[in-house]
């Protein structure tokens, strides 16, 4: 079994990481060693001033590396002029998984799944101003009429599914 690629699309506020947390854990429940890669739009930071992590990147470390028993964490500086691309993303901290999710990445050309909530938008992301050839499902909590599956919003069986289906059988 190879690496699948799924991206979890949708505009700000509808739902995107509710699903994800659905998603992975019915994943994990089939056996599938899960991957994520969330993009932020904004400057995040992971280690907070005053923590020990904190310190030692304020003092310049180009990496810092946080271990233990149960986790493994990665601070490293990217000293490049723009963000890393997704395919460097993946090839460098995704070799172990059998199935990746992101969420946001909406301009990849990798499968996405739009979320999607009436009382969010009238209007899809992936089926507005631009028909992205790559949307494969919508979860949505409104009956749309859609020519991609629709999936009730909270059916991650569902949803696992038709990943499992697609991709993997």
């Known amino acids: 079994m190879g690496k699948y690629i799924i991206s979890v699309v949708a505009k700000s506020g509808t739902g995107k990481t509710t699903l994800l947390e659905k998603l ?4 994990k429940r089939r056996n599938y060693r899960v991957g994520v890669l969330k993009h ?14 904190w310190r030692l990147t304020q003092a310049g470390a180009d990496t810092m590396v946080i271990s233990s028993k149960s986790k493994l964490a990665v601070v490293k500086r990217n000293n490049q002029p723009d963000e890393p691309s997704m395919d460097v993303l993946v ?13 946001g990445f909406k301009n990849n050309s990798f499968p996405k799944i739009e979320v999607h909530r ?3 938008s009238k209007t899809l992301l992936c089926r507005g101003e631009v028909n992205d050839e790559t949307l494969i499902a919508i979860a949505s909590d409104d009956k749309l009429n859609a020519d991609v599956p629709v999936f009730d ?10 990943i499992e289906k697609r991709f993997v059988s």
């Not at 919003?153 to 038709?162: E, M, P, V």
């Open 118 to 120: 009436k009382e969010r």
């Open 24 to 27: 992975i854990s019915e994943l």
């Open 91 to 103: 090839e460098k901290y995704f070799d172990d998984v059998d199935i990746l999710l992101t969420e």
């Open 40 to 53: 932020d739009a904004h400057r995040f930071e992971i280690d907070h001033e005053g923590k020990d992590s």
């Open 153 to 162: 919003i909270n059916d991650c069986i569902g949803i696992c599914d038709f």
